[in-house]
């Protein structure tokens, strides 16, 4: 079991103090959820894993403005709050292959961090569903959100590929689909879904 040096809340309120939109905190928050949920399913930790999804764009607020230096802030911010590299490096993990912090020639190579990628990822996709019935997700299934999937033109920015990294965690698209769904059925009312 890893040590989280911080607690949920701590990590929260560092999220709230840098003023994110609305939708951010949204992201964050479905993240954390789906992550959990992988946990679930692989037999991991579910509080470390939840934090990963929760911090895993905890310097978007400050990088937004400047996509390419998204994740060049976020490890000096963790590591002055105690957590060790291995969470560092998989956090950063979620930007290998984008045009940020010079990541774009990084190859994710560990389970949590594919885990961590279509988790992330995956939230735009339901998100987006969930809109388009109305907010609702209390009924959503994974047969309809694979049709979504299936879909390049729904949710565009989702990338697809990313997503499809799940497997390599040995968790089938489908399952994972499904956990993510009820993941965020959780937390449905804390980000505005029913």
């Known amino acids: 079991m890893v040590s989280i040096p911080i607690s949920r809340e701590k990590a929260l309120l ?10 951010d905190l949204i992201h964050y928050l479905m993240s954390e959820a789906v992550m959990r949920e992988v946990a679930l399913k692989l037999g991991e ?15 978007w607020t400050l990088t937004k403005n400047d996509v390419k230096t ?5 490890p000096q911010i963790l590591k002055e709050l105690g957590f060790p590299s291995e969470f560092i490096e998989t956090i950063v993990s979620h930007g290998y292959g984008f045009d940020c912090a ?5 190859k994710r190579t560990k389970k949590v961090e594919h885990a961590l990628a279509a ?15 109305g907010k609702k997700i209390s009924d959503m ?8 999937f299936k879909d390049k033109a729904f949710a565009a920015g989702c990338d697809r590929e990313i997503i499809s990294e799940i497997e390599k965690t040995g968790l089938p ?5 499904g956990c993510a769904i009820s993941g965020i059925q959780k937390i449905k009312e804390e980000i505005g879904l029913n």
Do not use: W
Not at 70 to 74: D, S
Not at 123 to 133: E, K, N
Not at 173 to 177: Q, R
């Open 173 to 177: 698209l489908d399952e994972f689909l």
């Open 70 to 74: 998204h994740l060049t802030k976020a």
């Open 102 to 106: 010079g990541l774009k020639d990084e």
């Open 14 to 23: 560092i999220l709230k103090e840098q003023n994110p939109e609305k939708f």
């Open 119 to 133: 988790s992330e990822t995956t939230t735009g996709l339901i998100y987006a569903y969930a809109l388009m019935r």
């Open 141 to 148: 299934e994974v047969k309809g959100l694979k049709k979504k």
């Open 45 to 59: 930790d579910t509080n470390y894993y939840g934090m990963l999804g929760l911090l895993h764009d905890v310097d």
